[in-house]
């Protein structure tokens, strides 16, 4: 799984990565008059630990690891890069939905299942398995903590 992975400088893990931090930094620093996710936390330490954690060890390996096989060009060719840049697309239209106020499950949930989606397809087209697999486990962390501010049932 390792052998295939290098460390390096990944522009298409830098695009993703920013494009999907930029709406969190817009939310920090102008949060909404109603904000429901700002007391989202888990009464778990260590799931809202394993969260950031993971979260933090997404981006660091989307910039950094890169596969050894081939060259990256800013955008993959193929259905992965593409799909990994319509969920920032759609994670984006959530968040854009949030600050105008419709802040239904659906629309945070939406905002909790997009990014891992977009670092998985991240994964695939940059053909980094180890960003595949993070980001599969990041999204049970990133739902469950959710599910707990935010029910479903």
């Not at 060259?71 to 239209?93: D, Q, R, T």
């Not at 997009?114 to 990133?142: N, Q, W, Y």
Request: include cysteine; charge should be positive.
């Amino acid at each position: 799984m390792l052998r295939h992975v290098t460390l390096g400088f990944s522009k298409f893990g830098f695009l993703v990565a920013v494009l999907q931090l930029l709406p969190n930094v817009l939310w920090v620093l102008f949060p909404p008059a109603q904000d429901p996710l700002a007391g989202s936390r888990s009464s778990l330490p260590g799931l809202e630990f394993g969260e950031h954690v993971l979260g933090i060890a997404l981006v660091v390996m989307l910039i950094f690891l890169v596969s050894r096989r081939e060259s990256e060009p800013l955008i993959p060719a193929g259905l992965c890069g593409k799909v990994s840049l319509g969920a920032i697309a759609l994670y984006w239209l959530g968040w854009a939905c949030y600050f105008s106020g419709w802040q239904s499950s659906f629309i945070i949930y939406s905002l909790v299942i997009l990014p891992p989606a977009a670092f998985f397809f991240a994964g695939l087209a940059k053909r980094v398995l180890p960003i595949t697999i993070a980001s599969l486990v990041f999204l049970v962390f990133h739902f469950a903590v959710t599910l707990e501010s935010f029910p479903l049932w």
